[in-house]
C-alpha cells in the first residue's frame, strides 16, 4: 500500500520560510505525480503546487514566486520550500498522490492523500 506523510510544518513569522516535505512508502516516488494542496478553516482545499513525474512543475497564483516545489528521488521525497509567506498561508497542507490525469489542482483527480501537516504564519 502506498503511503504519503507530510511533516515540516510549524509556525512562522509573517516573510519567513518553512519547508514541507512529503515521504512516500510502499513505492518509488519517481514513480509519483504529487501535488501539494492547502486547505483553511472554512475554505476549500486549494491547489499549491504540482511536480510530475517528468518534473514538469505548476503552481497556484497565490503562491507563484514564493513556493517552489522539487522532488529528491533518491530520499523518496518531495519538498514544498515556501519563502515570503503572508498570513494568508497559515493552513493544513496535504500532499497528494494517485493521480487520475486531469486538472492538477482539482483535489478529484487525486486519490491517495497524507493526512496533513499544519503551517501558521503570524504577525
Known amino acids: 500500500q502506498v503511503r504519503l506523510v507530510e511533516s515540516g510544518g510549524g509556525s512562522v513569522q509573517v516573510g519567513g520560510s518553512l519547508t514541507l516535505s512529503c515521504t512516500i512508502s510502499?513505492?518509488?516516488?519517481?514513480?509519483?505525480?504529487i501535488a501539494w494542496f492547502r486547505q483553511a478553516p472554512g475554505k476549500e482545499r486549494e491547489g499549491v503546487a504540482f511536480i510530475s513525474v517528468n518534473y514538469n512543475r505548476a503552481y497556484g497564483d497565490s503562491v507563484q514566486g514564493r513556493f517552489a516545489v522539487s522532488r529528491d528521488n533518491a530520499k523518496n521525497t518531495i519538498s514544498l520550500q515556501m519563502n515570503s509567506l503572508k498570513s494568508e498561508d497559515s493552513a493544513m497542507y496535504f500532499c497528494?498522490?494517485?493521480?487520475?490525469?486531469?486538472?492538477?489542482?482539482?483535489?478529484?483527480?487525486?486519490?491517495?492523500w497524507g493526512q496533513g501537516t499544519q503551517v501558521t504564519v503570524s504577525s
Open positions: 497528494a498522490g494517485g493521480w487520475r490525469r486531469g486538472r492538477w489542482s482539482r483535489p478529484d483527480n487525486f486519490n491517495n
Open positions: 510502499g513505492d518509488t516516488i519517481n514513480n509519483h505525480s
